[in-house]
């Protein structure tokens, strides 16, 4: 079974930094890509970053140039660098995987900034 172990969050200010952490259970190589979501409270879940296997990566406008996503693949992990972070990047943030067959979901972390 397919887990995905979200760390990382927290309480950040304006213009701070955090970084997210996916560990994926297995081998990383199952997946054709992995990545970020984000869900603010009463919005839809949006895509953040993804990286594939063979390190295309895919960012959504809001977050180019301030956000950065790489994978360890020796540690089955995937990363989410954010900074210059700003209020309106306050949300819960999934961790997800693509398979050929189906998709993959972490529980999620919470990323809140504010002063």
């Known amino acids: 079974q397919v887990q995905l172990v979200e760390s990382g969050g927290g309480l950040v200010q304006p213009g701070g930094s955090l970084r997210l952490s996916c560990a994926v259970s297995?081998?990383?190589?199952?997946?054709?890509?992995v990545g970020w979501y984000r869900q603010a409270p009463g919005k839809q879940r949006e895509l953040v970053a993804t990286?594939?296997?063979?390190?295309?990566?895919n960012y959504a406008d809001s977050v180019k140039g301030r956000f950065t996503i790489s994978r360890d693949n020796a540690k089955n992990t995937v990363y989410l660098q954010m900074n210059s972070l700003k209020p309106e990047d306050t949300a819960v943030y999934y961790c997800?995987?693509?398979?050929?067959?189906?998709?993959?979901w972490g529980q999620g972390t919470q990323v809140t900034v504010s002063s």
């Open positions: 997800h995987a693509l398979a050929p067959l189906r998709a993959y």
């Open positions: 297995g081998s990383i190589f199952r997946f054709n890509a």
């Open positions: 990286i594939t296997i063979g390190l295309s990566t």
